[in-house]
């Protein structure tokens, strides 16, 4: 008998089969479905019903929060009253894995009398749903990961990955970008950081300031004191002349011993320091503190002066 981590490996290749077998059958009514999405006046209307309609749910989720405005409808619902939502603007998207659910295709009629037109989605090119539709997307399966063959497994995860790419290939072409996905998800941990800046979180008061020619010895106490772990070196007119860290004191520490003293802040400061303006995303400066290993950075205007500092704990939303 077979172990339980040997069923579940299994289980897990047959759906990742069933995955790569849709490549082959992305064709020409894929495409079309994709531009008719793509130019739709309305909504998408994503119906199905079962396994078909919890797959058509999350699809629906996937595009509007993609640039794509869908709903999802269950056909039993459109009998008593939720018809209303579709409008000749619309395109349907209608699942079943067999293209043959009576249920679904006693709605079809009602979507072709109204003039909308009807993506359908079935792993049977040859069933009615794909007569009777616009355009036909397959996503056959040639097995359940279902050891009895029957409940449904690697036909739902083709037909929500096929829903997937459908929504990336719209994704690409309206151009989307993280700030609009961010508009779509504003309360949670992504949409704070792609809609927070700079100007929301950076710290402005007691900065550490020096200049290039301060004694390393004094520099240590501002930059204790400033409790950032870094002193912010200024020009006489104020603009930033360089950046010194505790790395950077340490090393220098280790590199001249008892002649630590005599040296200034110029001869450690590091005079490329990473600014950015208020207006930088956090997501933005996580990813330069990331690339360039550090845990500040400088807040400058478009003078080039200081106006504040975000570090690594202010990224943490």
Not at 113 to 138: D, F, R
Request: charged residues 20%; contains cysteine; negative net charge.
């Amino acid at each position: 008998m077979k172990s339980i981590r040997e069923i579940a490996t299994q289980a897990l290749q047959d759906e990742a089969q069933a995955l790569s077998d849709l490549i082959p059958l992305l064709d020409e009514q894929f495409d079309k479905s994709v531009d008719l999405m793509l130019h739709c006046k309305g909504k998408v209307i994503v119906t199905g019903v079962g396994k078909s309609g919890h797959v058509g749910a999350k699809i629906a989720a996937t595009l509007s929060s993609t640039g794509t405005p869908a709903v999802f409808v269950n056909p039993l619902d459109a009998y008593h009253g939720d018809l209303g939502v579709i409008t000749k603007d619309d395109v349907v998207l209608a699942l079943s894995n067999s293209g043959q659910t009576d249920e679904l295709l006693r709605f079809v009629p009602i979507i072709i009398h109204m003039e909308v037109p009807i993506i359908g989605m079935s792993g049977n090119p040859q069933s009615l749903l794909a007569k009777y539709s616009t355009y036909h997307i397959n996503v056959k399966v040639e097995k359940e990961a279902c050891p009895l063959n029957l409940a449904p497994t690697s036909s739902t995860t083709a037909a929500l990955a096929m829903g997937d790419a459908l929504a990336i290939c719209l994704m690409e072409l309206r151009d989307f970008k993280p700030r609009d996905f961010a508009q779509f998800h504003p309360g949670g941990e992504l949409g704070k950081r792609l809609l927070t800046t700079a100007g929301d979180v950076m710290l402005t008061e007691n900065l550490p300031f020096l200049s290039p020619a301060m004694h390393l010895g004094e520099a240590i106490i501002k930059v204790s004191a400033g409790k950032l772990g870094l002193g912010i070196a200024l020009n006489d007119d104020e603009t930033v002349a360089g950046i010194i860290t505790d790395g950077d004191i340490r090393r220098a520490m280790e590199r001249w011993q008892a002649g630590f003293f005599d040296h200034t802040v110029n001869d450690i400061m590091t005079r490329t320091p990473k600014t950015v303006t208020t207006k930088a995303r956090i997501s933005e400066i996580q990813s330069i503190m990331h690339s360039n290993k550090i845990h500040n950075v400088l807040v400058t205007d478009a003078d080039n002066h200081v106006v504040g500092v975000v570090d690594s704990y202010a990224c943490v939303l």
